[in-house]
């Protein structure tokens, strides 16, 4: 890629940074104005500065004709329109952004939702030298009663959460902090997990298994590292263990749809909005930026109940 490129790109991946988006999104829309300056050049377009919409559009079209989802050519408009922005390009502002079809999100009924904790707790409660296992109904406990994303939960401290109030204080996209109620159940075993016999054995090097591995309470030291939930040797838990312990408690509940953390967090706004909670209150809970994002979750109640009254009503 030519020099006026590369140092278009700097400067676009300099700015997205500065914004603090996530690394996530600075990944994604990095890889699409380089793709974007691609597609340029092979229309020789010697200068970043000097690619119009009708560029943009063709670069969006081929996109479409490759098969790519609605959401991908949506994000790649997102994409050329911020680089625009950051580089004063001005005629790539004007970008329409095709509005993708979003499916309505799985939620557990409340009765599978209860089946998979109480699975989890059950489980525990037959292996209590196993610290893991109680980390796992903690996290499942805190997913449902917090709706909190994945990346919420594997960064929060020991000191995000205030016992008293029942409390915890999130960290969110874009870094706003939002601070979100959690019930009795998950403050009992939030404190269960938290006492030097669990932590404390994960911080010690149990990994599981028995055997020479396996630190009793006893000699397990206190804990030295602020994160709230762990993995097997002792460091900040990843998204993807917490994805792999909710796929597999969900597949040992029986008629439970096949979700991920997020589909805890759909399930637990769902559950609020059929419980009658405001949907203001609902989106402050989620840390959603608007309101019309939250509103998804009255047509997700909309739909279960056509479902309902067709299973159950004689004239459906």
Known sequence: MDDAYQAALG??????????LSPHTVRGYMADVTDLFAFA???????????????????????????????TIARRTA???AWSRQAAVPGLTRLATPKPRSPLPTVL???QMTDTLTSAANEAAAHPTDPLALRDVAILEFLYATAARVSE???????????????ARLSGKGGRERVVPFGVPAERVLR???????????????????????????????PTTNALFLGARGARI????????????????????????????HTAATHLIEGGADLRDVQELLGHATL???????????????ARYAQSHPRA
Do not use: M
Not at 11 to 20: I, P, S, T, V, Y
């Open 41 to 71: 050049q092979t229309a020789d377009i010697d200068d970043p500065h000097n690619i119009g919409l009708d560029i943009a559009r063709s670069w969006l079209a081929a996109t479409a004709a490759s098969g790519a989802a609605r959401a």
């Open 238 to 265: 990843d998204p993807a263990v917490v994805r792999r312990l909710v796929h597999r408690r969900l597949r040992a509940t029986p008629n439970a749809p096949d979700t991920g953390p997020h589909g805890f967090r």
């Open 192 to 222: 269960a997990w938290l006492s030097a016999a669990a932590r404390g054995a994960v911080l010690a090097g149990w990994v599981g298994g028995g055997g020479g591995n396996q630190k009793t309470a006893e000699n397990a030291p206190a």
């Open 79 to 81: 994409a050329a329109r």
């Open 11 to 20: 400067r676009f991946e300099d700015d997205l940074r500065a914004r603090r």
């Open 109 to 111: 009924s409340q009765r």
């Open 292 to 306: 019309a994002t939250t509103q998804i979750y009255t047509h997700v109640t909309a739909e279960r109940i056509k």
């Open 153 to 167: 939960l594997c960064a929060l401290n020991v000191d995000d959460l205030d016992f008293d109030r029942r409390t």
